[in-house]
Nanobody, 115 residues
Framework: QVQLVESGGGLAQPGGSLRLSCAAS????????MGWYRQAPGSQRELVASITRSISTNYADSVKGRFTISRDNAKNTVYLQMNSLKVEDTAVYYC?????????WGQGTQVTVSS
């Protein structure tokens, strides 16, 4: 059984920062890609950032320059540093891990940005 355990969500003020983490546990082989997605009420789930095993990254245009994704391959953990938070960043954030032939999702963690 493989689980993705997320942490770090919560409430932040506009302009503030949060750091999300997601650790994979259980019997798992090679995780090729990891990423963060988010889903706001009434909206579809969208990619926020992704990172390959070789540390190649990509970001949604809406978060470029504000968010940073990183990973620790030895710990099978991915992080999302979120700076300069905006109200529109409010969403449930989901961790995703690609480990062929399977895709694993975390349970989601709420991020709320409000003054």
């Amino acid at each position: 059984q493989v689980q993705l355990v997320e942490s770090g969500g919560g409430l932040a003020q506009p302009g503030g920062s949060l750091r999300l983490s997601c650790a994979a546990s259980g019997i798992i082989y090679t995780i090729y890609n990891m990423g963060w997605y988010r889903q706001a009420p009434g909206s579809q789930r969208e990619l926020v950032a992704s990172i390959t095993r070789s540390i190649s990254t990509n970001y949604a245009d809406s978060v470029k320059g504000r968010f940073t994704i990183s990973r620790d391959n030895a710990k099978n953990t991915v992080y999302l540093q979120m700076n300069s938070l905006k109200v529109e960043d409010t969403a449930v954030y989901y961790c995703k891990a690609d480990a062929q032939p399977y895709i694993y999702w975390g349970q989601g963690t709420q991020v709320t940005v409000s003054s």
